[in-house]
């Protein structure tokens, strides 16, 4: 990370499929002050733009003019690193039939040099730069949340391939045989059993194909939820521990394969899943033992992202900033 | 690679768990001369290194003396890059109970400097440095031989890991159901299947299984090897040609599965088992379209080594001495 004394700041955008959240960032990792706009509503692209552009005038004048700001970086859906696209992204109404330029758009526009990549691997920088993975050369953030994300670190730097979309481990075969149907039109992804819907899915499989007792009854269906798994298996719920217990068991043979590619340092875990604890951490680490190859054993670490939630994204976003 | 012009030459060093063969290599990748003595039969590793440093001086004078020679790479079983060691290795009498230092002792005995990898990394650094893969940044090499060994490549480096023991690709697991035993203690890894020793396994087992004609019936099970299984299908066996399409079908979800990870350019595909050519690489493009994540298809691909079998492993042991 080389930081410019004389420009002390970077702009993070956490785009989403709903808001687009705007902070500026220093060199400890201290977010000075956010702005947001919906990331929707926007006929085209150049309005979307315009529109961030108006929102962070106001913040960026606050720490002093665009002269105190080094670079902006973008986490963002189906985000090309390389190219500093975003391509064909299905839940972004101007990006979602073509390649957008973002990075360049922007870059125009603030007059600074700006860098986009995937919500995933920024999460990875961010934890690399500011979180519990720093000042380490090898390791893997997994996000789970509505999916599953990844961002793999290689001697220091993080792994994007030959195209700028590596690292979708939520999309390897965990299940080959009758694998549950994914997103992505595949059968039997990690994503598929590991995200937060995935474990509300197993929950229901296990309430309808069997007639055991478990307070996840007193919920419709549709209404069971991974938080609700984890407040059930809070109190003391058999049903809900098992779903933690069968996921956590598939997360840790994910794990072990991911060593034999890269043999990380650490795991890191995000996203609205990791707030589990020991519910979901615990079954991860007996598996991984349990899976991976006797040389790699007791050699990686299972962390929890130490960034706060509610910023991480942004965080992660921006730390892509210092490297451009 | 950056080469010294006033010292135009590295050793390579095969060392394979019966013959340890030397070569001095130019920049080109000719191998200049080459030497050879047995790997066991020495009392210790000091009389090992002694043995091969007297083997070695006629080769060295043959070049012009060790001024000439900028480093020597070693390729060998259970090598610890960063430690330059090997350790544990069970097919070596005199480093299978404990870590040997054999690049600093070799550094010692010719004052130069000596790096060590294990074969398979060895191998994809060879072709990195003289073969198909030169000029790539992305690509991993998997070696089709008595096991399934690995080396990845991720922004032109090969991936060591937090250990150095990165890239067992061999021991991700593919069946997770009833999976064959493997020689790691495990059951289900890919070597168990996709290896020489896996391909004449499942030839086996489908003449034992089923009472299918095929000119394999005409050995004994023991005497069947990949090699008979290739002729065979090469004949029009039937049988042949489908425990091939079986293997093949199984490395390309194994490689759609390595895309997720590292997104690379190529897969190359080195060792006796590639050899067979279009009998097992069209099965794997095949089985590799249809399993990748759509984002991939059509990215990657798929090549065999171009180095000569006999001299790829002096080779590729003698590309890490350039980088060193």
Redesign the interface.
């Known amino acids: 990370m080389v930081v410019n004394q004389q420009k002390p700041y970077v702009i993070g955008l956490d785009l989403g499929g709903t808001n687009s959240v705007f902070g500026i960032v220093d060199q400890r990792g201290e977010i000075k002050v956010t702005t947001a706009i919906k990331t929707q509503g926007h006929k085209t692209v150049e309005d979307y733009v315009k529109a961030s552009v108006e929102a962070l005038q106001p913040i960026i004048d606050h720490v002093g003019g665009i002269e105190y700001i080094k670079a902006m970086g973008i986490g963002a859906p189906n985000a090309n690193f390389y190219k500093g696209t975003i391509e064909y992204a299905p839940n972004l109404a101007w990006a979602h039939d073509c390649i957008v330029p973002l990075a360049e758009m922007f870059s125009k526009e603030l007059g600074i040099p700006v860098a986009l990549t995937n919500d995933a691997n920024a999460a990875a920088i961010g934890e690399m730069t500011y979180g519990v993975a720093r000042g380490m050369?090898?390791f893997i953030m997994l996000t789970l949340g509505t999916g599953v994300g990844s961002g793999?670190v290689?001697?220091g730097?993080l792994?994007?391939?030959?195209?700028g979309?590596?690292?979708?481990?939520g999309?390897?075969?965990?299940?080959?045989?009758n694998g549950r149907s994914c997103g992505?039109?595949?059968r039997g992804c990690l994503e598929a059993y590991c995200s937060a819907t995935g474990v509300a899915r197993t929950a229901r499989e296990m309430l309808e194909t069997t007639d055991r007792p478990s307070l996840l009854r007193e919920l419709k269906p549709e209404d069971i939820t991974s938080l609700e798994v984890s407040i059930a298996a809070g109190k003391g719920d058999e049903l809900a521990k098992e779903v933690y217990e069968f996921t956590g068991n598939m997360l840790g043979?994910a794990c072990?394969?991911?060593?034999?590619?890269?043999?990380?340092?650490a795991f890191v875990f995000f996203g609205g899943m990791a707030k589990a604890g020991d519910l979901i951490m615990e079954p991860i680490k007996r598996s991984y033992d349990k899976?991976v190859?006797?040389?790699?054993k007791g050699?990686?670490q299972f962390l929890i992202s130490s960034l706060d939630g509610a910023s991480a994204a942004v965080l992660g976003a921006s730390a892509i900033g210092w490297d451009i």
Chains 1, 2 share one sequence.
């Open positions: 050369k090898n793999v290689v001697n730097q792994v994007y391939g030959c195209d979309f590596a690292g979708e481990l999309h390897v075969i965990m299940r080959r045989e992505c039109g595949r043979e072990a394969d991911f060593t034999a590619f890269s043999s990380p340092e899976n190859l006797p040389i790699f050699k990686a």
